[in-house]
């Protein structure tokens, strides 16, 4: 098992940027595959985005494609989210989120995700 701890999050004016970190437990964390995923008050939990095992590929939501990199440092099993261009709808709860099951960039469902970090609340003022 891996466990994941989100960090980062804060209040942010639009327009500005903001990083996530997830550290995670283990020895394995390159044999994840490793997304965040998002969610505001009444809403469903969403996909922002996920990387590969070796960070070679990505994927993003439409919403956050252009402004939000994800990347990960396996030497240090930590993945990011780097914000940039934020805006008030950015506004929500993030999570971290991993898998052992193999990337592809459709993998964008909550339920194909097996360990979750607790989150990090991420405030974007107007």
């Known amino acids: 098992q891996v466990q994941l701890v989100e960090s980062g999050g804060g209040l942010v004016q639009a327009g500005g940027s903001l990083r996530l970190s997830c550290a995670t437990s283990g020895r394995s964390f390159s044999t994840y595959t490793m997304a965040w995923f998002r969610q505001a008050p009444g809403k469903e939990r969403e996909f922002v985005s996920a990387?590969?095992?070796?960070?070679?590929?990505?994927s993003y939501a439409d919403s956050v494609n252009g402004r939000f990199t994800i990347s990960r440092d396996n030497a240090k099993n930590t993945v990011y989210l780097q914000m940039n261009s934020r805006k008030p709808k950015d506004t929500a709860v993030y999570y971290c989120?991993?898998?052992?099951?193999?990337?592809?960039?459709?993998?964008?469902?909550?339920?194909?995700?097996?360990?979750w970090g607790q989150g990090t609340q991420v405030t974007v003022s107007s």
């Open positions: 989120a991993a898998t052992q099951g193999q990337y592809y960039s459709s993998r964008r469902s909550a339920l194909e995700y097996d360990y």
């Open positions: 990387i590969s095992r070796g960070g070679g590929s990505s």
